[in-house]
């Protein structure tokens, strides 16, 4: 290809690529750096239906010259990195120092949001990613090897999970699993304990939402392993049973390392998805039990008094963190494209 | 406290606001402008948006009522020109908008349009009046006056009180659960505390100062109590709100908790629940706590503003309108027990005694302070830890303050 046609090939993908990724990631990096300015505050009389009271208020006059001089806010470099509400280095050192062993040090860091939201992130990462992969690809075998009247409908039920919208699905778990809904009342009574309940619990808490999350991505695994079975080779398939290949050995040898390229497709959609898993625990109320970095954005957006930079921080925390988990997927796909062949 | 005094008069006033109505009607003649209002969602807001819309029929008018207001009014008033005119705010939201500079302080539309607004609904900072209040609310005990009397008790007017109750209906074998309560972790739970706290006779902040000190006696007092409540209340109250409390409420499972005033009419008309439980359902005075006598309770007030960003016309546009729908114009049989209207000739009825009883109580009204939602938000955060048994009080309190420390530092507060 001439170097012209090229460039004006993906002039326009670049183009876009550029206006929706790099430009939002640069601004949430600059609003990461800056914090608001210094707050300028007087002592006013404030004056309504339950009397009147001294309080102390901003000075808005004060606090617009300073923001009208520096727009951006004040400069904090990696302030905001290192607060406690994020990577907290003075909160681990300390307890580092001061700890009386391993597990107290563990106890500690839990007790800080970002560590918090990590544990929680990670499991359920590192768990929801492979169980939906295996399940997704024991659906598709065996929608695969339904009769081809009824298929048409099997696909249609098994995409239902993925098709209705997170916080309407965990919605309806969340009703189910309560202490008077069918699942939860089942649960009491196959535990024969009337005082058991999913959402008072930190791992029946956990449990669920890695049950919603696998749930919800199964289908998602299942379509694209279901659209990789439709290409196998059928003669290898008839040579293995040839050969005395049972089902699961022909599975094993043959439809296995066929899809194995799809498998990399799926875990590294899913590790993205799993990491910013944020919806179910909207839903479920979970935020007692389990947070994530993007519920912490969410949580900094929603207050009354919205904390920009702090918000900004996290998002520049999960895409590292992203980042890093894809990293070893990412080498891996790149070797295999640039082996000469 | 001039309106509760009104209340009171009730027949008298009632007189009155015939002719005011017809009156007022006069005003509701515009002709020119917008009107966009954005604000929580619960019958009395909704009775005085529709008002406003209809009053403002004439021009472009339309409102959006959400319980996410808070996330949108902002960003929706921020713009220039803002995409809302109006936002109908309580005395915590108000302060963000204030902070942020986003609405107009109302006096010249007041002298213009608002001569006969009475000065206790106006709501001043500093000398300029950003805002008009419609009507109070405040959290109170709510009780099922037959389960209390099958326990032959009293009317709790402490929250040890409460406690002896819910031992006693447990007991009985009435309720396994009596107590409910808004618990969910977040910022139902840190209103909880606040209120909590403040009826043990706490100060949130060094005086004068952004300095937060609740690591005290009171905060730990505040903690216990609310953990020796929750041994009483479903399990599952770390994901109650308010809405899903009320739902406890009408399905019979408890019969004490504390609800906030807005949300008793609910409680006890007759859709959603068996007569006897919407039919012995009272609303009770504020609780205290410990022997400070503060009641348990903040005040509140909802109420209007108007945004800054916008042409003069639409300003007044949007005054007319929301004066209008806040006038005794707005009373009549449906609306006139979906709140404590803070408007002349409003009567109290029996939903209301809850606030009002909190009012002659002495309740503090909540801080209209520019960091206090900075410590609702960290207190939200970090008590479930310790009612779920993973801390002792002191560290959730230390939990809460560092949290707090952080953010403010970040927002300017603090250096």
Known sequence: MKHSTFFWFVLPSAFLMLLFIALPVVSVVTQSLYTSHEQVLVTVENCGPFGCTPVTSIDQDATQALQAEKPLGKWAGLDIYKDRNHLAFAEVASAWVNADGLPDFGKTLMNLPFYKAMAFTLTYTFVVTPLTIILGFFIAVAVNSVAKALKGPTIFLTLLPFIVTPLVGSLILFWMVDARGILGAGLQWLTNNPDLSVKASTPLMWIMLMVYGIWHAAPFAFVVFYAGLQTVNTDSLEAAMIDGANRWERIRYVVIPHLFPLVTFVALIQLMDNFRVFEPIVSFSAQAHATSLSYAIFNDLGGETRLLSSAAATSVLTIIGIAILLSPVLIRTYRDFSKPS | MNVFKIATLGTATAVLMGTTAMADSHACAITDGRVNIVGNEFPAIQSVAAAAIACASGVDAEANLTADHQKINLAGMSGDPAEYTSAVVANSSIVALINEDVIRPLDDLVAMFGADIPARQLITVDGNV????????????????????????????????????????????????????????????????????????????????????????????????????????????????????????????????????????????????????????????????????????????????????????????????????????????????????????????????????????????????????????????????????NESAQQALMDIEAAYTAAATEQGFLQ
């Open chain 2, 130 to 389: 950003m805002a008009v209040a419609f009507m109070a609310n405040a959290q109170h005990l709510v009780y099922r006056s037959d389960v209390l009397e099958e326990i032959g008790m009293d009317v709790p007017t402490s929250y040890e009180g409460v406690l002896d109750a819910a031992q006693a209906i447990r007991a009985a074998g009435i309720m396994q659960n009596p107590v409910g309560g808004a618990y969910a972790a977040g910022w139902n739970l840190a209103e909880e505390f606040v209120n909590m706290y403040l009826g043990a006779g706490g100060e949130f902040f060094e005086a004068g100062t952004a300095n937060v000190s609740i690591n005290n006696e009171d905060g730990i007092e505040a903690l216990e109590m609310m953990k020796a409540l929750t041994a009483y209340m479903n399990p599952d109250y770390l994901t109650h709100d308010s809405n899903a409390t009320s739902a406890e409420w009408e399905a019979g499972n408890v019969a004490l908790m504390n609800m906030w005033g807005s949300r008793t009419g609910v409680l006890m008309d007759d859709e959603g629940a068996e007569m006897d439980v919407y039919s012995n359902t009272v609303a009770g005075g504020p609780l205290t706590v410990g022997d400070s006598g503060n009641a348990a309770s903040t005040l509140w007030w909802d109420g209007w503003t108007v945004a800054k960003n916008i042409s003069d016309v639409d300003a007044a546009a949007t005054f007319q309108a929301l004066a209008y729908a806040t006038s005794p114009a707005l009373l009549n049989e449906e609306t006139m027990s979906q709140a404590v209207w803070l408007m002349d000739g409003f009567e109290a009825q029996p939903v209301n005694k809850g606030v009002l009883a909190t009012v002659a109580a002495g309740a503090s009204p909540y801080p209209m302070l520019p960091f206090m939602g900075l410590l609702h938000t960290a207190a939200g955060d970090n008590i479930a830890d310790f009612l779920q048994g």
